[in-house]
């Protein structure tokens, strides 16, 4: 008997037909003598709709209601499929977060899961229930409910899935594995049967949607054999694992893009130590994630630039900050720029290989595309360019570094 973790997205379950069509998956996946728990995410569109709700009350809405805002759409799919499940002869049980001890920290919209204590989902399996776990959620210490940022059930699932030690984790979803690029922007784009951690990692914190980066972060630590594929159709999807030769051989892997870019520049920063440490404190203070960060030589005059991204989300805050920041330290100004997107490439191959950082320029430049910043690691090099730029940025590189169907 398997231990199966499953994890359904939002298009998944996104009406009432949906939640039908994957109840019954469920069931004759438990009737096969498998143990299953669901992971659920909101209904498709419900976030959002209740991110809009907040917006329209306030611009700067408490983090604290917005995390117990955000939860409630979880907990609606979850009481739904539990009833689905009921509905077709099989004992099932709907969990919050907080009903299953997920215990994070207390950054509200962000926050990380530091513990399960799941003995309410083994006496579920005992009693031969399928429980059905509201994703995206948890508790901090002050029973506070938190979330886990957007995408975060993938998190959810994974996290159960390592304090279980489940035999696998599925993750359900509207296409049917991981490809070369967004499937809906690079219509050539491969599906890939097998992908390493390290890279789904990268491609995860650069912008493939996909997966949720914690869930491929937690899958890695605790070994979890995670599998993505698609809730509407059998085919098999695409495992996340080890890395092997095979994926060594291959230079480049994926291509993504991240719109959800701002960036700021400070102008003419007096040249000194301690500035940068300054600058970036505050920043961090705000729990704001600094992404890329590039100063310039200083001129003459003893001064420089420093430019740097965070999310579109946080902008405004980070532009805030800076500017009582860079008021006391007597610059030339401040400067945000929010048309900015993030192109990457992503393998585990460029290690070992030359010269793909400077076909990737040149690719860019032939098309005509400005880059603004660029920032490499041993398995990616990412560029920011102008977002309407993305698309085809996205395009030529996926053509350039031959990762199209044959
Ligand atoms: P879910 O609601 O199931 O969690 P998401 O919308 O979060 O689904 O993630 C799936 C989406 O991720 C796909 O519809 C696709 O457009 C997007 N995506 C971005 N990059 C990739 C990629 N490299 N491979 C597959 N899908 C990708
Ligand atoms: N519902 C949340 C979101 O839209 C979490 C998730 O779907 O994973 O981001
Ligand atoms: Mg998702």
């Given at each position: ?54 917006n ?37 049980m ?16 962000k ?118 594929r698609?809730s ?17 051989k ?8 991240d ?20 600058i ?33 989300a ?76 993305t ?6 590189l996926?053509?350039?570094?031959a990762?199209?169907?044959?």
């Amino acid at each position: 008997m398997a231990l199966i973790v499953q994890k359904y997205g939002g298009t998944s379950v996104a009406n009432t037909e949906r939640i039908r069509a994957v109840a019954e998956r469920v069931v004759s996946i438990a009737k096969e003598g498998n143990q299953v728990i669901v992971v659920v995410s909101a209904m498709a569109g419900e976030t959002d709709k209740f991110v809009g709700f907040a917006n329209e009350i306030t611009d700067s809405p408490d983090e604290r209601e917005m995390d117990l805002l955000l939860s409630s759409g979880e907990r609606v799919t979850s009481a739904l499929m539990a009833m689905a499940i009921q509905k077709r002869g099989q004992k099932s049980m709907s969990f919050t977060g907080r009903q299953v001890g997920i215990m994070t920290d207390s950054s509200h919209t962000k926050a990380m899961i530091e513990e399960i204590e799941a003995s309410r989902l083994r006496t579920a399996l005992d009693e031969g229930k399928v429980p059905v776990v509201a994703g995206f959620q948890g508790i901090n210490e002050f029973q506070d409910v938190t979330t886990l940022g957007r995408g975060g059930s993938d998190t959810t699932a994974v996290a159960i899935a390592a304090a279980l030690k489940a035999d696998a984790c599925e993750i359900y979803t509207d296409v049917e594995g991981v490809y070369t690029a967004d499937p809906r922007i690079v219509p050539d784009a491969r599906k890939m049967d097998r992908i390493s951690y390290d890279e789904m990692l990268e491609m995860a914190s650069l912008g493939a949607k996909v997966l949720h980066g914690r869930a491929v972060e937690f899958a890695k630590k605790y070994d979890v054999p995670l599998v993505v594929r698609s809730s509407f159709n059998q085919a098999p999807g695409t495992l996340v694992t080890k890395e092997d030769g095979v994926m060594e051989k291959i230079v480049v892997t994926g291509v993504t893009h991240d719109k959800n870019q701002a960036r700021i520049t400070i102008m003419g920063v007096p040249d000194r130590p301690g500035i940068a440490a300054a600058i970036f404190n505050a920043i961090s203070e705000a729990n704001i994630n600094v992404d890329m960060i590039v100063q310039n030589i200083s001129n003459v005059d003893h001064a420089t630039d420093i430019s740097f991204t965070v999310s579109r989300a946080d902008g405004n805050r980070a532009y805030d900050i800076i500017q009582k920041v860079s008021n006391q330290m007597g610059t030339k100004g401040v400067d945000m720029n929010t048309n900015v997107a993030k192109v990457s490439i992503v393998g585990v191959g460029m290690q070992s290989h030359f010269g793909v950082a400077a076909e990737m320029f040149e690719v860019l430049a032939k098309n005509e595309i400005n880059i603004m910043m660029i920032s490499t690691s041993e398995i990616k090099i990412s560029c920011v360019v102008d977002d309407h730029e993305t698309e085809k940025a996205v395009k030529v590189l996926h053509d350039t570094f031959a990762l199209a169907k044959q």
